[in-house]
């Protein structure tokens, strides 16, 4: 596949799914989110993969997002919104293996609709998060909610609102919960599969009624948000031409915590 790469071990009953755009850090274009889809519900039926991995290819980046390149047209109602990223995660399409989520270099934006449908998160230290919505004129809603799910209250909102001026440690997101598991960079993917390997080993069905059960903890507040987040996006950001501007325009340095 193009974009997206699939690598199943069936001994250990552990796939690896890498996003393969390493000249454009990762970041989603349609075909690459039509992909995922299709790699996630593929893993429903297939009973040899009992856990997976996803990650990023070529060190510098997990994912940087959606592929600022993509066009995707939007209706002129407020009431109604596409969004190709919707559909990139495991729990959009009703995948309950686990995935744990190993990250190196920049994970941005659209990054967290897939951190934020993870098990958990292994990083490496050189690992930076950053949520760049708001510099760019554009509401951080799906993002936001993701990650409340996991970080308190004041590091999801400063991670937001502080934008591309700010990137958060890999050891920083560790002692906010985002990361469960910091290792020297490049060692991120076999930490990951280490801990895949141990959870594909047991009986799957118990595996995959756990995990239901934790996502049920927070289920019906997560819904309940993102009912509300296409609204949110479609009042509150700017044009997609001045968001362009903002986005050539603004080049600036940031600090890391």
Known sequence: ???VRVERDKDTGVAVVT???PERHNAIDLGAARQLGEV?????F?????????TGAGGKAFCSGIDRGVDVPQPPSPYSIDDPLLSIGPKANDLWKPVIAAVRGMACGGAFYLLGEAEFVVAAEDAAFFDPHTTYGMVSAYETIHMAQRMPFGEVAR????GTRERVSARRAYETGLVSEVVPSGEEVAAA???AEVIASYPTQAVQGTVRAV????????HQALAQAPHLVALGNLPSDRQAELFTARRSGFRTR
């Open 46 to 54: 297939d009973e040899s993969v009992r856990a997976v991995v996803l």
């Open 215 to 222: 996502w049920a903890a927070t289920e019906g507040a997560r």
């Open 159 to 162: 991670m937001a609102l502080m």
């Open 1 to 3: 596949m193009s974009g």
């Open 40 to 44: 996630w519900r593929e893993f429903r």
């Open 193 to 195: 599969v280490r801990a």
């Open 19 to 21: 996003l393969d755009r």
